[in-house]
Nanobody
Framework: QVQLEESGGGLVQPGGSLRLSCAFA????????VAWFRQAPGKEREYVAR???????NYDDSVKGRFTISRDNTLNTVHLRMNGLKFEDTGVYYC????????????WGQGTQVTVSA
């Protein structure tokens, strides 16, 4: 059973940066496609970014050019680097993973809070 643990959230001013991490336990991160989602207060959870095998990535238009998703296989972790943060980036950020084979279901972490405030 894969377990995911997010970290790196916090309070940051507009224009600032944060790096979120999604650490894997019970599985090898490079065997999974990994996505980040976020949920703002009173809103539905929304897609942010995804990384497949190797370095293939995809981003929602709202974060394209500001956020970067990457793998650190030595740490069994996937990162989300967030630059140029805006008020509307505030929310709980969740890591989601599914095996590249398509089998075994998907897994979620517990989330990490990101607050962009002056």
């Amino acid at each position: 059973q894969v377990q995911l643990e997010e970290s790196g959230g916090g309070l940051v001013q507009p224009g600032g940066s944060l790096r979120l991490s999604c650490a894997f336990a019970g599985g090898t991160s490079s065997d999974y496609r990994v996505a980040w989602f976020r949920q703002a207060p009173g809103k539905e959870r929304e897609y942010v970014a995804r990384i497949w095998a190797g370095r293939t990535t995809n981003y929602d238009d709202s974060v394209k050019g500001r956020f970067t998703i990457s793998r650190d296989n030595t740490l069994n972790t996937v990162h989300l680097r967030m630059n140029g943060l805006k008020f509307e980036d505030t929310g709980v950020y969740y890591c989601n993973a599914g095996h590249l084979s398509g089998f075994g279901g998907t897994f979620w972490g517990q989330g990490t809070q990101v607050t962009v405030s002056a």
